[in-house]
């Protein structure tokens, strides 16, 4: 026995809506923690983790300070950006005042 196809049994008008209410669904947004003083709050864990894989370009370790160097997220974390060793780099800090200053 052959089966109906739903583009088949449903007016197109009705298609149309379906489609378009599907379209118009867009998922929320992630919900963004903040600490006591309003600011994003940030991962020690993923900090931990990028300096593991990736050591500190003026020490050459993976802990401690890195002088002359900020931790820094590829995509900004106020702009949906996820606190995640894939979304840092290290910044010389004179780069990363400039940046600052833009976003």
């Known amino acids: 026995m052959r089966q109906k196809s739903l583009r088949n049994s449903l007016p197109l008008s009705l298609a149309f809506a ?3 209410a599907c379209a118009a669904v867009q998922p929320a947004p ?12 940030r991962s020690q864990a993923a900090r931990a983790a990028f300096k ?5 370009p003026a020490t050459y370790l993976p ?5 002359g160097y900020v931790i820094d997220h590829v995509i900004a ?3 949906g ?4 060793p894939a979304n840092m780099q290290w910044q010389p800090v004179d780069e990363a ?4 200053r833009v976003e």
């Open 18 to 20: 379906l489609l378009s």
């Open 30 to 41: 992630p919900t963004i923690h903040r600490d006591a003083h309003g600011r994003i709050e």
């Open 52 to 56: 593991r894989e990736h050591p500190c």
């Open 63 to 67: 802990t401690g300070p890195c002088p």
């Open 77 to 79: 974390l106020k702009r």
């Open 81 to 84: 950006g996820p606190d995640s």
């Open 97 to 100: 005042k400039t940046k600052d």
